[in-house]
């Protein structure tokens, strides 16, 4: 099954919405993965629903994955259980969610098709990771011209130059024709 991972920090939360702002049901699942504080994630989750129309799940317990957009609970970080299967859970990481720690537990079950989008942001959350998925097929999109670009460089770097570097609509474009494919 095809999923799509969406990870940021600083100035992402709206381009997230905009890319999956698609005019057309979610046939696919979607993870999204931007620090946020604990109160904010359920005001989140109904901003993005409201503004896209999808079904948007705040997991709180072990979740099987669908076609929908997926949150971690507030002040938690989201990890793979099994391929299709994720939860929040607390960890003692300084940011939350962390990208980190979503990363580790996909390391086991990422494969060609998951496609990670690295948005905006500060800091280096998810770079120790970054090789061991790409090294496992998964594809990575990083966005073009962030308004903060400390994250995704970080991320870039470890990938060395083996990722796509695309605008925010060529971005909205490839979950547009992955959700087509599912």
Same mark, same amino acid.
């Given at each position: 099954?095809?999923?799509?991972?969406?990870?940021?920090?600083?100035?992402?939360? #709206?381009?997230? @919405?905009?890319?999956? +702002?698609?005019?057309?049901?979610?046939?696919?699942?979607?993870?999204?993965?931007?620090?946020?504080?604990?109160?904010?994630?359920? /005001?989140?989750?109904?901003?993005?629903? %409201?503004?896209?129309? *999808?079904?948007?799940?705040?997991? $709180? +317990?072990? /979740?099987?994955? $669908?076609?929908?957009?997926?949150?971690?609970?507030?002040? !938690?970080? %989201?990890?793979?259980?099994?391929?299709?299967?994720? #939860?929040?859970?607390? /960890?003692?990481?300084?940011?939350?969610?962390?990208?980190?720690?979503?990363? *580790?537990?996909?390391? !086991?079950?990422?494969? +060609?098709?998951? /496609? @990670?989008?690295?948005?905006?942001? =500060?800091?280096?959350?998810?770079?120790?990771?970054?090789?061991?998925? $790409?090294? +496992?097929?998964?594809?990575?999109?990083?966005?073009?011209?962030?308004?903060?670009?400390?994250?995704? *460089?970080?991320?870039? $770097?470890?990938?060395?130059?083996?990722?796509?570097?695309?605008?925010?609509?060529?971005?909205?474009?490839?979950?547009?024709? =992955? #959700?087509?494919?599912?």
């Amino acid at each position: 099954m095809n999923k799509i991972i969406i990870v940021g920090s600083a100035g992402s939360p #709206n381009i997230a @919405i905009r890319i999956v +702002k698609i005019n057309e049901t979610l046939n696919i699942p979607v993870i999204i993965c931007i620090h946020f504080t604990g109160s904010a994630m359920e /005001t989140f989750a109904n901003h993005i629903a %409201l503004e896209t129309g *999808q079904d948007v799940i705040v997991v $709180k +317990k072990p /979740t099987e994955l $669908k076609g929908a957009i997926y949150l971690p609970e507030g002040s !938690k970080d %989201l990890v793979f259980m099994a391929e299709n299967i994720v #939860n929040s859970i607390e /960890t003692e990481s300084k940011i939350h969610p962390s990208i980190s720690k979503l990363f *580790q537990s996909l390391v !086991k079950y990422g494969s +060609k098709d998951t /496609t @990670i989008i690295v948005l905006g942001g =500060l800091g280096d959350d998810g770079k120790e990771y970054a090789k061991m998925l $790409k090294d +496992k097929g998964v594809r990575f999109i990083i966005e073009k011209s962030p308004r903060f670009p400390y994250l995704p *460089q970080n991320i870039a $770097k470890e990938l060395e130059a083996r990722y796509e570097n695309l605008e925010i609509e060529k971005i909205a474009d490839v979950v547009k024709y =992955l #959700n087509g494919k599912r």
